[in-house]
């Protein structure tokens, strides 16, 4: 079963994702594909997912990410 969840996120991050998605234009994936993609292969890797979130997030806010 899949939710909507809102989410805002930097424009450069979209324009990525975006760019992203037309390079794999035989596969037509959309930029939500995409995200869901990589959100599943981060909770299936074998990182301490508390940790390695709040590392992420601490980078991303001093600009380092």
Do not use: N, T
């Not at 450069?12 to 959100?39: F, N, P, R, T, W």
């Amino acid at each position: 079963m899949k939710v909507k969840i809102g989410i805002s996120i930097e424009k450069d991050l979209s324009d990525k994702l975006e760019e992203l998605a037309q390079k794999m234009g035989e596969l037509k994936v959309s930029k939500s594909e995409l995200v869901e993609a990589i959100l599943a292969a981060y909770f299936k890797s074998a990182v301490e997912h508390k940790e390695k979130a709040k590392e992420l997030v601490v980078l991303r806010r001093s600009g380092k990410l």
